[in-house]
């Protein structure tokens, strides 16, 4: 197969999980497509199992997607999906449990992903992959917006940091600082030295501001910085951190204050220079949205843990904020013991 099917091209377009994805790599995607039949009654897959496979519903098919509290309870319908919608692409991400069971209302025509196939051209880094995943993770951040709005409530209002001068591009030497960043083929360390730039900080001062619009991320070299929601503390980050990951996926507002603690040094990546990076298939791009997109599933799963049963009285709100902490994790892999900051529990 050269060139994509102009019908099969139109179709996989028409689905917003493959909104992203050009029509130079849909290729890509097509050739994983497996055509099946759903029958009404079948089990696509159980609460608690892991993922292995995903599917795009054809004409008049309907799934219905229970799920029951780890505290127990009656399961209760979380999700109903039909024509041209998408089922279990959480398994693109990994093979978590799955959250919730889903069983065929109506049976008709699917086309069926399986993870491990997903996961091959994921592991080549074809830019279809990341595509899909890039559009997964903005799924997963307004997920996410909604259901840390009921954790911990935001603040009314809008926080205005004032702006950061960059004092200079960021050199090798300075990338290098970054302790993550060391391991980085050269190639790649070379591409983010066009791109980032280094803010030096002298003492305590805002770096972002809660509900103002997010334009760039950042990497901790030296000092520490706090991460406040709404007038509470909910973090405190050191050198090897990052914060504002999300605002590079999904351009949204930020969702929590940071303030530095003391002098610091940090690296910048503005939004745009990250779409840059993503769209030349630069490496660092794509694993940060491969980790980023980890991570969002990891926190969606804890925070829906956290919310109350219908119908059950709401949880203390002092509690929130260790709530919110616990849904922070460290990044894998590329980044080591990199911690994304509580931006990713409530994207900024």
């Given at each position: 197969?050269?060139?994509?099917n102009?019908?099969?091209?139109?179709?996989?377009?028409?689905?917003?999980?493959f909104?992203?994805?050009?029509?130079?790599?849909?290729?890509?995607?097509?050739?994983?497509?497996?055509?099946?039949?759903?029958?009404?009654?079948?089990?696509?897959?159980?609460?608690?199992?892991?993922?292995?496979?995903?599917?795009?519903?054809?004409r008049?098919?309907?799934?219905s997607?229970?799920?029951?509290?780890?505290?127990?309870?009656?399961?209760?319908?979380?999700?109903?999906?039909?024509?041209?919608?998408?089922?279990g692409?959480?398994a693109?991400?990994?093979?978590?449990?799955?959250?919730?069971?889903?069983?065929?209302?109506?049976?008709?025509?699917?086309h069926?992903?399986d993870?491990?196939?997903?996961?091959?051209?994921?592991?080549?880094?074809?830019p279809?992959a990341?595509?899909?995943?890039?559009r997964?993770?903005?799924?997963?951040c307004?997920?996410?917006?909604?259901?840390?709005?009921r954790?911990?409530?935001?603040?009314?209002?809008?926080?205005?940091?004032?702006?950061?001068v960059?004092?200079?591009?960021?050199?090798?030497?300075?990338i290098?600082?970054?302790?993550?960043?060391r391991?980085?083929p050269?190639?790649?360390?070379?591409?983010?030295?066009?791109?980032?730039?280094?803010?030096?900080?002298?003492?305590?001062?805002?770096?972002?501001?809660?509900g103002?619009?997010?334009?760039?991320?950042?990497?901790?070299?030296?000092g520490?910085?706090?991460?406040?929601?709404?007038?509470?503390?909910l973090a405190?980050?050191?050198?090897?951190?990052?914060?504002?990951a999300?605002?590079?996926?999904?351009?949204?507002r930020?969702?929590a204050?940071?303030?530095?603690?003391?002098?610091a040094?940090?690296?910048?990546?503005?939004?745009e220079?990250?779409d840059?990076l993503f769209?030349?298939?630069?490496?660092?791009?794509?694993?940060?949205?491969?980790?980023?997109?980890?991570?969002?599933?990891?926190?969606?799963?804890g925070?829906?843990?956290l919310l109350?049963?219908?119908?059950?009285?709401?949880?203390?709100?002092?509690?929130?904020?260790?709530?919110?902490?616990?849904?922070?994790?460290?990044?894998?892999?590329?980044?080591?013991?990199?911690?994304?900051?509580?931006?990713?529990?409530?994207?900024?």
């Amino acid at each position: 197969m050269d060139s994509p099917n102009p019908a099969l091209e139109q179709f996989l377009k028409s689905i917003p999980l493959f909104a992203l994805v050009e029509p130079a790599d849909m290729v890509d995607l097509l050739r994983l497509l497996r055509p099946v039949t759903l029958e009404a009654g079948q089990i696509l897959f159980r609460q608690g199992d892991p993922g292995t496979a995903m599917w795009v519903l054809g004409r008049d098919v309907e799934i219905s997607i229970t799920a029951t509290r780890s505290d127990g309870g009656r399961p209760v319908v979380v999700a109903y999906a039909k024509e041209g919608d998408t089922v279990g692409e959480m398994a693109l991400v990994d093979d978590s449990a799955r959250s919730g069971t889903a069983v065929v209302v109506q049976g008709g025509p699917a086309h069926q992903i399986d993870a491990i196939d997903f996961q091959a051209i994921r592991d080549a880094r074809y830019p279809a992959a990341y595509k899909v995943l890039r559009r997964i993770c903005l799924d997963l951040c307004r997920k996410l917006r909604v259901t840390n709005d009921r954790i911990v409530p935001p603040s009314l209002g809008v926080l205005v940091a004032p702006p950061l001068v960059a004092s200079r591009r960021a050199d090798e030497a300075l990338i290098d600082a970054f302790p993550p960043f060391r391991p980085l083929p050269q190639v790649v360390k070379l591409a983010l030295a066009q791109k980032l730039t280094a803010i030096e900080l002298d003492a305590v001062q805002p770096i972002v501001g809660e509900g103002e619009p997010a334009d760039a991320a950042y990497f901790i070299v030296r000092g520490e910085v706090t991460v406040g929601r709404n007038g509470r503390t909910l973090a405190t980050l050191g050198p090897g951190s990052m914060f504002g990951a999300v605002s590079l996926i999904d351009h949204g507002r930020r969702s929590a204050s940071v303030v530095s603690a003391g002098p610091a040094t940090l690296l910048r990546l503005r939004g745009e220079d990250f779409d840059a990076l993503f769209a030349s298939g630069n490496r660092f791009a794509f694993e940060l949205v491969d980790l980023v997109a980890r991570q969002l599933v990891s926190h969606l799963r804890g925070a829906n843990e956290l919310l109350p049963r219908p119908g059950a009285a709401p949880r203390p709100t002092a509690s929130a904020p260790a709530a919110v902490q616990a849904t922070a994790g460290a990044m894998p892999e590329l980044f080591g013991p990199l911690d994304l900051d509580l931006e990713l529990g409530t994207p900024a």
